[in-house]
């Protein structure tokens, strides 16, 4: 059964999308811990980041790294924060959090 992100790739469920090459597809987090927070899935399902092959998970933070500026260029965040994928959903994906305070929690 296909997982959440990819029926938010496919356009089956609605998302706020950010950005998309062949591999990835970026859009934002539901349910932000602060403004901008962005979602970079792989289009391929894999269910853990860390399970990607060592090339794969280079061109995701590639791409992750292109959001974060425009993030950046956007929000003018002090800075934007990264995580890599918790536990709520099996499918690879990274976590851009713009910080706009230094007390402000990254989760
Ligand atoms: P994690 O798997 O890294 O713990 O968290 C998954 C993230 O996906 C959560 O921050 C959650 O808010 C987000 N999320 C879950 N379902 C949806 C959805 O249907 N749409 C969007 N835009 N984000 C979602």
Known sequence: MATIFTKIINGDIPSYQIAEDENHFAFLDINPIAEGH????TKQETDYFFDLKDEQIRDAM???KKIAKGIDEALSPLRTGIIVQGLEVPHAHIHLVPLY???QPMA
């Not at 962005?38 to 899935?41: G, K, S």
């Open 38 to 41: 962005t979602l970079v899935v």
């Open 62 to 64: 590639k791409f992750a």
């Open 101 to 103: 305070t230094k007390t």
